[in-house]
């Protein structure tokens, strides 16, 4: 037979008034007490990341192993593109092409005619002045002198003309010398990418990829971090986050190392909060540091929020509403409560350490 939630309640506090001598009781005791948040999470390596390329392609070569050391600039894995190694190629066939050293013969060419074109302007400068005295003095006909100031006028402007395609034949070269030269360092810069550099000094914790599978820029390759530093990454409920401050200390404890309690300090607070999870990223460093840690190893921590010593000492099992305490003579008084952890409470005022109470019933 079942009891509802009220008819059970009524057969409780029967058993509890009807039973005195078997109720639990105790005295608020002198202890130091520790209010803390808790948190669950991670340890991290720190500068752990996932590593990726810009590109799409097949894994060509693997050049470490997981668990090698690495430093700044070390070849993980490259990538086989065709279209990439084609364009580079290209551009270099390009840049070759549009060397100004390749070029210098346009150059050349150019200002042989523009020496032949001065000359003969010049040439052409002086007869027409001829004429012209010539005609001044009655000698010759008009005809000719126009024959004279017509090649001159034509021999002027090829002579400028020239000049100025020089110019621009100048400008052309350099500017597509440039150019090419752009193209070519996209390219070379492109093609890099495809092979993937450590970022970091330490340890590769794991290549995600083989050789011979697709990849794209989305695709995490390898994941790496520090090999000597390691970080808490611990997940803060939205409603503990105001307590937490950088600096306090932390108790840590992890299942990997079963019955030790290390401690850490707070180091940073993410200040987004994971609209999913309704928690906040809290990050610490370890003061004693386990021998021994891996990436991804959980843990459980209590992030000391303040600590009193000698404080007055009830078990929260034994407050109402943490407002009331019954007494073993079938009072209830109000009290005051201060501090307070998960099991435990600080009473400022209502009782004292003769106040001889009983556990509420269920």
């Known amino acids: 037979m079942k009891l509802n939630s009220l008819h059970y309640g009524h057969l409780v506090w029967f058993f509890l008034f009807s039973c005195g001598s078997s109720e639990e009781q105790t005295y608020p005791q002198i202890e130091n007490l520790s209010e803390s948040v808790f948190a669950s999470g991670l340890i991290k390596a720190r500068y752990q ?10 894994v060509q070569e693997l050049f470490v ?11 993980i894995l490259s990538i086989y593109n065709q279209s990439t190694k084609l364009s580079r190629e290209n551009a270099a066939l390009n840049r070759a092409f549009a060397d100004r050293k390749a070029n210098e013969s346009k150059l050349k060419d150019l200002e042989i005619s523009i020496n032949y074109t001065q000359t003969k302007y010049h040439n052409d400068s002086l007869l027409y002045r001829r004429q012209e005295r010539l005609s001044s003095q009655g000698i010759g006909t ?21 000049q100025l395609r020089y110019v621009e034949l100048k400008r052309e070269l350099e500017f597509n010398e440039r150019s090419a030269a752009t193209n070519l360092a996209i390219s070379t810069a ?21 050789k011979g599978e697709m990849v794209n820029a989305q695709t995490p390759l390898a994941v790496l971090g520090s090999d ?23 108790l840590v404890t992890m299942d990997s190392y079963r019955g030790k309690t290390f401690e850490a300090v707070v180091s940073k607070i993410n200040p987004l909060m994971d609209e999913r999870s309704k ?11 386990p021998h021994t840690l891996y990436p991804n190893l959980t843990l459980e921590a209590n992030i000391l929020i303040q600590t009193k010593e000698n404080a007055l000492v009830l078990p ?37 350490k003769n106040t001889a ?6």
């Open 49 to 58: 990341y996932q590593a990726y390329v810009n590109a799409t392609g097949t």
């Open 65 to 75: 192993s997981e668990g090698d050391t690495v430093e700044v600039g070390t070849p």
């Open 142 to 162: 008009a005809v000719e002198l126009e024959q004279r100031l017509l090649a001159f006028e034509n021999s002027k402007a090829t002579y400028e003309g020239l």
């Open 190 to 210: 492109l093609e890099s990418e495809l092979v993937l550099k450590s970022e970091v000094k330490g340890l590769v914790y794991a290549l995600l990829k083989e």
């Open 228 to 250: 000597t530093e390691f970080i808490l990454e611990m997940q803060v409920d939205e409603f503990d986050i105001a307590k937490v401050k950088r600096g306090q200390r932390i």
């Open 279 to 289: 928690s906040f990223t809290v990050e610490g460093v370890f003061v004693d540091e």
């Open 316 to 352: 929260r099992s034994f407050i109402l509403s943490d407002k009331f305490v019954l007494t073993t003579d079938g009072d209830t008084l109000e009290i005051q409560i201060g501090l307070k952890d998960y099991q435990k409470a600080e009473i400022l005022s209502g009782i004292d």
């Open 357 to 362: 109470v009983k556990k509420p019933g269920i």
